[in-house]
């Protein structure tokens, strides 16, 4: 095999040299001195048009050179840089690549597009009296002066400049004042004076500035500079890594490379003073996240909703435009022969791709016309304020009209089954003329085939986008428009009704409604599914539903944005769809918990999700959900959903009246909302409702009704599941109640709470977050022996290091109450309505009562017994004083005895249990107390037997006591000795989670740590000895990386669990966060299966090319 891979590489090294070869002999430009750039071998790098639709390689041998050109952005239009005669091009016609490459040096417009598409016009003078170059050019030449020698450089920007000017060497008073600007810019860049100086080139230290740059970077231990500067201004002129280079606080600072003045800057002096900047290296500077004033004017409307909804329908009115030569007209002119020559080409695609699959006997493919959607796309997105930007003509003669709109909307469909008795009733309702049923069109079961209208919501959004595409124009729908459309919207709904009561369909629109059986189904389900992404699938479902609010709220919810208030958590969002500004729907909004239906509790779902999760819990704007968009979290949660309901709980669900494809994401505000304002006979107010839900009340009501926290708390405890008509709807969240101890053991336990939290993460939460954790681990701890018996048992929750093997003086703590046993530790209850608050205090009465009765009866009888009813001469607690007397002298004398004799034994036994700790991490080990007593040489039978029962008891105490039990399992037709319970399977772990696991046992899931375990252990499991050796692979990538981060922890080894704590393993996956996420993961939740998959990838990479160096000696490492 090694020498296999070690010819594969040698062959693929000689082919490169062979590519490199051709490549550096590859003909120059035909152009020969015509070219700009002929060093550069033709149909390689240069001669891109960015006019022609074709691919990179067809565009590069479009023409053998090409026109340079400048833009001039507040015309929208690209003109000739040699201004050699008039004409210019339209900012419109350059290609999506195209508007990325246009300021290069190396691309312009070849000679055939300039012949085609340019347009006779007056050239202004490029650089009037008092203007300067454009950024186009100012770039390359801030460039050209950092980068290349004196000589070279004043040359080539001195021939630019008198190119841009139009002037002759000798006669360029602009040029040379402009070039002592580049200059001194540079200069001052260099200097740290200033705004930040230029950086960085591949060709060496030109004029001295590289060469001080990198000597500062040497001296300050910072990369060397990045590319340069998106702005062309010479005050921005190019950036470096070290930060903003030279800008300091108080204008000055010492910047890369030189002093500057006034105050002191980063790591540098200053002259006078001192200033406030930032010393080190790690600082860079602020990126600008800002929307242009133009992205800004478009944002009338979400994003998400014009991207989403109204775009693809105008991309769609195009193609019935495009489909129909009569209405092709209704198409922007300077736009039609584009478009007709992309569908073309799209065309030709298809036909290829369909041909290549067809030979591989694959289904052929839709034709999705994918470069003109694209282009489509584009241009309604980049669409100016103007209605000569539009794809369709919108404005004076020739404008679509409301017949056109009626045609579009009237050549969309759906296809129905229904029965003929309702076809031939609703024809003859309908009078409709030349429609008539046959037997030849009734199918075996009686049913007929039919065309029907769409929905009235499709005709509704064919409606609204292009109202949006009016107000994207800047002009107001011609008021006949309005008028017709509004006529035929309200006969359209009155006539989808009728189809819908005569053909016999569906009468309401979109998805049912869930119900709260549904609902407790549903979360059932995913509480008890060992699937590891529906710990997150719960936790948004149950997210949804509680908070009543929309799914975009739901997927963009930050950590910062929760925060704990007295006994529930409080949301807040920045907009609802209802009000983009948010003015009215900020929050809080109250979300509680339900400790009585674990299933249901959002406050336990958080919590598992948090401890599977523990990145979220570092505070700041950490998205709850991890994803690259809001859009790939969406949909990875309905996905999930679509399959559980879909699928998994089909047959439950068609008993509560559902069938595949009723429910969907709104299902959830649906039902929440019907099961919170009619669930009960006494419901939350309706306008509290409205609000948390993000409905508009309408009209005056908007205006004078506001949110107040009462109402939103009883509706927050309704949407809980806890029940309105009893008096356990005032039920407390799960809590460490510390009434009961001392206050000194108060202080130890809250200590010890917060140790343990801190431990087991590895750093310490923000304090907005503390109090959150808190009751996360309470209602964990509340809930532990459900979860222990519900989840199951390869959920990756018990694999999360805040969950295995809590204290059990931790656990004893939590609990909940109500307002009739509350203590002063209690949360205060909130949200609790007058009738519930009523039910608890008879409740409270009731029960005080009962205790009453039960004090007098016990006052009773103690009285009854100290006087002697019913006895002798004496009680029995008299006859219980006397024994207690007489026998408490003896009985001290024998425990001094037992101490004195068990004393050395119990110090060496001790030594050995805590050298057993180590070995078994967070394990703890228990003393085994031995029976020490030696039988006397005359002792009796009777004795002796005695003796061996007691010897008998002692053992069996010793081995109810032991932490790890052992069992007997048959593999291979034999019988072995495992550790690991019944059903053990490796879960499915995140890489933190596989380092814990590794190093630090489990007693409550009687899992000694995986280091200790061999192939022969898990050989009886299928699938266990691959996923143990893929941990243990992953395990020595763990080692390698901390080694050469120089963070694994001196003294300790990787395959044994001597001496491991939670400590020690949190710090080394803070070690190597970042390397691990940059060689073998792309988002934190990568489970371990995915790491080995990369390094395999990521080594099989290195033997193609030959390179032996880094790769890990497995082998080895498992020995």
Known sequence: NVSEAKSKATEKNQNREQSNKRRRTMPRCCAGSACGHPEIPFMIQAHYCVTCPESDDQNRGHGPCLIALRLDAAARKLFRLDNDGNGFIKEQHLTESGRRRHGSETNGVCLDCWAKLAEDDEQPLRGGEDSDPPD????????????????????????????????????????????????????????????PGTGGGRRGGGSGLLGNIRAADRREGVGQPLAPPVRGDLAASVSVRRGQAGQASQGGGRGVGGRGGGGRGRGGRGHGGRGHGVRGRGVTPPIDLRKSRTQVGR??????????????????????????????????????????????????DHERINDERRLRRKAPLQFKRSKVREYLRTRFTEMEETPADSPLVIDGEGAITSAFIKDFMDSHKRVVKVARENAESYLSETNLHGVTITDDLVDEEGFVTAYVNQSYSQFNSTRSCLSYLYKRAGIDRPPEMIRSMEKFMAGMERTTRNEKRGLGLKISEGKKHMTFQAYECIAMHLYRSAASEDIETRFMFLLEWNLMKRAENVVHAKISEVEWRCD??????????????????????????????????????????????????????????????????????????????NKELVHELRALGYEPGDLASHSTRKGVGTWVCSGCTVSPPIVAVCLRAGWTLGGVKDRYLFREGAGDQYVGRAAAGLDQLTKEFAVSPAYFDFSELDPSETFRMKRAIRDF??????????????????????????????????????????????????????????TVRYPWNKTSDTPKITGVPPHVTHLAELHALKEEVTNLREGIMNEIREEMDKRGFNSGENNTQQIMDLIRTATASQTAAIVDRLIERTDIRERSVTTAADEATEDYGA?????????????????????????????????????????????MVRAGGACKLTTLPVGFKFPSMTIPQTINCWFIGSVGANLIPYCQLKSHDVDHIKGASSALRKIRRVMSLVHKTATAKGCWPSGQSWDTPR???????????????????????????????????????????????????????ERALVR
């Open 136 to 195: 186009d050019i100012i770039r390359p030449l801030l460039n050209m002066y950092s980068t290349r020698s004196e000589s070279d450089a004043t040359q080539g920007i001195m021939t630019q400049l008198r190119d841009y000017y139009d002037e002759q060497e000798g006669n360029d008073p602009r040029s040379q004042a402009f070039f002592e600007k580049i200059r001194q810019t540079c200069v001052d860049g260099a200097r740290g004076i200033g705004a």
């Open 568 to 645: 529930c958590l409080v949301f807040h969002f920045a907009k609802s769809k209802s009000n983009q500004r948010g003015e009215e729907h900020l929050g809080p909004w109250h979300v509680y918990s339900n400790p009585e239906n674990p299933h249901m509790c959002l406050l336990l779902a958080f919590g598992q999700y948090a401890f599977c999760n523990p990145h979220i819990l570092k505070g700041g704007g950490v998205p709850l959900f991890q994803g690259t968009n809001s859009k790939t979290v969406y949909a990875r949660y309905m996905a999930r959903f679509n399959n559980v309901v």
């Open 299 to 348: 944002s009338f409307v979400d994003d998400s909703s014009a991207n989403k909804t109204y775009i693809p329908k105008l991309v769609n009115i195009v193609f019935f435009c495009l489909d129909n030569p009569d209405k092709q007209e209704f198409i922007n002119p300077t736009m039609l022969e584009e478009i007709k020559t992309m569908d073309e080409q799209d065309k030709v």
């Open 923 to 967: 394990a703890a080990m228990e003393i085994e107390e031995e029976l020490v007593e030696d039988l006397p040489t005359n002792a009796t039978r009777e004795e002796s037997e005695e003796l061996n029962r007691r010897r008998r008891a002692a053992a069996q105490n010793a081995l109810g006591q032991r932490l790890f039990k052992v069992g």
């Open 757 to 814: 939290i801190n431990s087991r993460l590895g750093f310490e939460p923000p304090g907005s977050v503390q109090t959150m954790l808190q009751h996360f681990l309470a209602s964990i701890c509340y809930h532990y022996d459900d979860l222990q018996r519900d989840i199951d048992q390869h959920s990756p929750l018990r694999s999360a290091a805040l969950f295995r093997d809590i204290p059990d003086n931790i656990r004893v703590l939590a």
């Open 1059 to 1113: 001496r491991w704590t939670y400590e020690k393993t949190n710090a080394l996956w803070l070690g190597i966060e970042k390397e691990f996420l940059r060689l073998y993961m792309k988002k934190r939740d990568a489970k371990y299966g995915t790491v080995y998959n990369n390094a395999n990838k990521k080594k099989q990479r290195r033997r193609g090319q030959g390179s032996e160096d880094d790769m890990v000696d």
